[in-house]
């Protein structure tokens, strides 16, 4: 286990997994939104972010966090493991509802100088609200990530499907202790 795609839902806590996987293996943590993100909201042109993908994944050892389909097949490809966050929707719920209202309310700087809108909490369009994209998309997520667990072109790949924190932080410690001296 040394090149880890960390996947789930927005909420799910896959940035903080897998900055805690990254340093219990002592490998780079590659977060995708901070690559695709750039100033202004805007987003990198596809073949840019296919590029930086391609050349963040040459290392050794590394734990990408993200979910864009854009680049999967690049990071799969790559990857020997697959860490599903599948936490039920009311805990995604919580965490995104109240992250969002942090980030906001203290202005934080997410990538690029990007922050978080307080307003987007209040649209209709799952596209521009963060909090209702994970309500709608969490059945789907489940539905893509067990179809791709059994995809035979996915057979090189170890998945691993986390569905409460304890596994989480059982994981982390799995990993820390296999970690060569």
């Known amino acids: ?19 805690r996987l990254a340093v219990a293996l002592g490998v780079q943590h590659i977060e995708l939104d901070a690559m695709f993100h750039q100033p202004g909201w805007a987003e990198l042109p596809p073949a840019e972010f ?3 993908v391609e050349v963040a994944i040459q290392a050794d050892g590394w734990v990408v966090d ?23 929707r009311s805990l995604v ?13 203290t202005r934080r700087e997410l ?10 909490m209040f649209r209709r369009d799952p596209q521009e609200n963060i909090v209702l994209w994970s309500w709608t998309n969490h059945g789907e997520f489940t539905r893509r990530y067990e179809n791709a667990a059994s995809d035979p072109a996915n057979a090189h790949l170890t998945f691993i499907r ?3 924190r304890d596994e989480a932080d059982r994981l ?8 060569p001296t």
């Open 93 to 105: 719920m919580r965490r995104v509802l109240g992250r969002t209202v942090a980030r906001a309310v």
């Open 50 to 52: 296919r590029r930086r």
């Open 162 to 164: 986390l569905r409460s």
């Open 111 to 120: 990538w690029n100088g990007n922050r978080e809108p307080l307003t987007g």
């Open 172 to 179: 982390v410690a799995n990993a820390a202790a296999s970690r």
């Open 1 to 19: 286990m040394r090149r880890l795609s960390v996947v789930g839902i927005s909420g799910s806590g896959k940035t903080s997994l897998s900055l």
């Open 66 to 88: 993200g979910n864009y389909s854009a680049v999967r097949d690049l990071v799969w490809a790559a990857a020997d493991t697959v860490v599903w966050l599948d936490l039920p």
